[in-house]
């Protein structure tokens, strides 16, 4: 299920206290929504990958700009072409109930 409204930012950051607040810091000084986060450490564990959901707006190259000067970050790739569903189901993989 491809979706065009939003695109995934992917990261390779530095995995430490802190990189995460920092990222996410980011993206509430700018007013710009995060609208899913999954995040979990690869190779020997000093990195993690990072895959950010965003809404395509107007702020989206800025916001990129901004991610790649940050410390933490050291690598960033934006993915247009992707599997929504791996956002939007996230309740059933992990077997969360939804509040309705």
């Known amino acids: 299920m491809l ?14 206290p802190g990189a995460m607040s920092h990222i996410t810091g980011l993206f509430a000084r700018k007013a710009f929504n995060l609208e899913g986060i999954l995040c979990g450490q690869i190779g020997d564990g000093s990195t993690s990958c990072m895959f950010l959901l965003v809404k395509n707006d107007n702020f989206m190259e800025q916001i990129i700009k901004q991610l790649r000067k940050l410390y933490d970050v050291l690598e960033v790739t934006l993915h247009d072409d992707y599997d929504y569903s791996i956002f939007s189901n996230l ?10």
Do not use: Q
């Not at 979706?3 to 430490?16: A, F, K, M, P, Y």
């Open 91 to 100: 309740d059933k993989l992990f077997k969360i109930k939804t509040i309705n």
């Open 3 to 16: 979706n065009s409204d939003h695109s995934v930012i992917e990261l390779v950051v530095r995995n430490h």
